[in-house]
């Protein structure tokens, strides 16, 4: 059975049922990731969704400006810290 919150939107249900963490962008001019610049509509639909596991190691989520796009969507980017670990190959 699924327990949907009165007042949570779908995307913190969709986390929240599934376990995931939603990243916010830092503020990098804009706080928008669609834009539709003739109509002048701006809004922020779109995320990075992590397991609670790789949130410990986030270091930057970004919106990525760039005028050469041709998508009304700008991309968005996360940064993460990693661990390397010495590997030892078996033959």
């Given at each position: 059975m699924l327990v949907k919150h009165a007042n949570a939107t779908a995307p913190e249900n969709f986390c929240s049922l599934g376990g995931l963490l939603w990243l916010d962008p830092v503020s990098s001019g804009v706080n928008y990731t669609y834009h539709a610049d003739t109509n002048r509509q701006y809004s922020l639909i779109d995320?990075?969704?992590?397991s609670?596991?790789?949130s410990e190691n986030q270091e930057l989520v970004d919106i990525h400006i760039d005028d050469h796009n041709t998508s009304d969507h700008y991309a968005i980017s996360v940064s993460?810290?990693?661990e390397s670990t010495n590997t030892k190959k078996i033959t």
């Open positions: 995320h990075v969704l992590v609670p596991h790789l993460l810290k990693t």
